[in-house]
């Protein structure tokens, strides 16, 4: 099976301007997530998506957002962009049913973005 | 709220050594624990998954256990190779009402194997 896709690989934005990535998760998995990484906080979560609804959030603020589509297809949305959002944007897939196992995520390569 | 903690936060050793990194958890109800290593400037790729109900897991050189009621988790890594030098993550899942939440993830430790 192919694994998690995620585009554009690399982004630079200027502080105000919008962004959207894109993530296309493995064959058959329905639940996708979205984290960001950084130096200094580390891996948080953003958001989890399951069957186009949002299901799980972290703790951002509302200029994150995403949506799912019918073929599972994630985007992530971030408004108006601030310095503090330079990261690695990172994706990752999962059945997304219940069952322990069925919730293993497999993470994408990430987005680098940089926001100038 | 969840806290993970990953100890030591780098280390180095020899090729050829055995080790042993460490995980820990504040809250002991977890759905599961997985580990990860990150290459610099990659993705994570799964490792391991250990199952709330299980103690141990193993692939290959790695091992990795469990204990719950300790909030304690080790990888154990026997005769390291220098492809083994990346970034290892511990992170640990919770389940709430409308499913697993995301992941909380340590800080990670950096391992440097020299040749």
């Known amino acids: 099976k192919a694994g998690v896709t995620q585009t554009p690989r690399y982004l630079i934005k200027t502080r105000g301007q919008q962004v959207t990535l894109s993530c296309s998760p493995i064959?058959?998995?329905?639940?996708v997530s979205w984290y960001q990484q950084t130096p200094g906080q580390g891996l948080q979560f953003l958001f989890e998506?399951?069957?186009?609804?949002?299901?799980n959030k972290g703790n951002f603020p509302g200029r994150f957002s995403g949506r799912q589509f019918s073929n599972s297809r994630s985007e992530m949305n971030v408004s108006t962009l601030e310095l503090g959002d330079s990261a690695l944007y990172l994706c990752?897939?999962?059945?997304?049913?219940?069952?322990?196992?069925?919730?293993?995520?497999?993470f994408g390569p990430g987005t680098r973005l940089t926001v100038t | 709220k969840q806290e993970v903690t990953q100890i030591p936060a780098a280390l180095s050793v020899p090729e050829g050594e055995n080790l042993v990194l460490n995980c820990s958890f504040t809250?002991?109800?977890?759905?599961?624990l997985q580990w990860f290593r990150q290459d610099p400037g990659k993705g994570l790729t799964s490792l391991l998954l250990?199952?709330?109900?299980?103690r141990e897991q193993t692939s290959g050189r790695l091992n990795a256990s469990l204990d719950k009621s300790s909030g304690r988790s080790t990888l154990y890594i026997a005769a390291s190779q220098p492809g083994d030098s990346a970034t290892y993550l511990c992170?640990?899942?919770?389940?709430?009402?409308?499913?697993?939440?995301?992941?909380?993830f340590g800080k990670g430790t950096h391992l440097i194997i020299q040749p």
């Open positions: 998506y399951f069957s186009e609804t949002q299901r």
């Open positions: 992170a640990v899942c919770m389940y709430s009402g409308g499913g697993a939440d995301g992941l909380t």
């Open positions: 250990i199952q709330s109900s299980q």
């Open positions: 809250d002991s109800a977890i759905y599961n």
């Open positions: 064959s058959g998995h329905r639940s």
């Open positions: 990752a897939s999962s059945p997304g049913l219940a069952g322990a196992r069925d919730y293993e995520q497999y």
